[in-house]
């Protein structure tokens, strides 16, 4: 039983990132597709009632936002691994102005995003922490989680 919490801003891989790596094993859930957080709520309790391994797939900038998961999938008895989209500004624009239109994010909502952005830390409740980035090949690096300032 296992919840995956990515954390990051928009258009640094994050669903890309679950295609390839947690499409067969774990459900997505995502305000990009639910739309709305009480169809959010519907579906990670049906998932964490059904024992459902997920990935919740938003942006989740802030201590605050990421507990709500945490704290429903620690009383559910999941484990909980984060992993953590490291990614500069200016690459997340080219991302997101390279995407179809309908899903181009505003350029106020990324750089919102962007000013709340804090770094995900264990004592929040994660089992497990991993910093994710695209190298210049366009492939995923994974490094194991350093509690030093990145």
């Given at each position: ?17 679950y ?7 774990h459900?997505?859930?995502?305000m990009?597709m ?11 309790s ?21 507990s709500?998961?945490?704290?429903a ?7 909980v ?7 500069k500004?200016?690459?997340c ?22 000013k ?11 089992d497990?922490?991993?910093?994710v ?7 995923f ?10």
């Amino acid at each position: 039983m296992e919840l995956i919490l990515f954390c990051g801003l928009q258009a640094c891989g994050k669903s890309t990132f679950y295609q390839r790596r947690f499409a067969d094993t774990h459900l997505r859930v995502s305000m990009d597709m639910l739309r709305t957080r009480h169809r959010e709520q519907i579906l990670l309790s049906a998932c964490l009632a059904a024992k459902q391994p997920l990935v919740v797939d938003n942006t989740n900038p802030t201590p605050e936002e990421r507990s709500r998961y945490i704290t429903a999938a620690k009383a559910s008895g999941f484990r909980v691994v984060g992993f953590y989209f490291e990614s500069k500004i200016e690459d997340c624009k080219r991302r997101n102005s390279d995407r179809p239109t309908k899903h181009v994010v505003p350029l106020r909502g990324l750089l919102g995003t962007y000013k709340r952005l804090v770094l995900p830390a264990r004592t929040e409740g994660f089992d497990q922490l991993w910093y994710v980035r695209i190298d210049d090949a366009g492939e995923f690096v994974i490094a194991e989680w350093a509690d030093e300032v990145r």
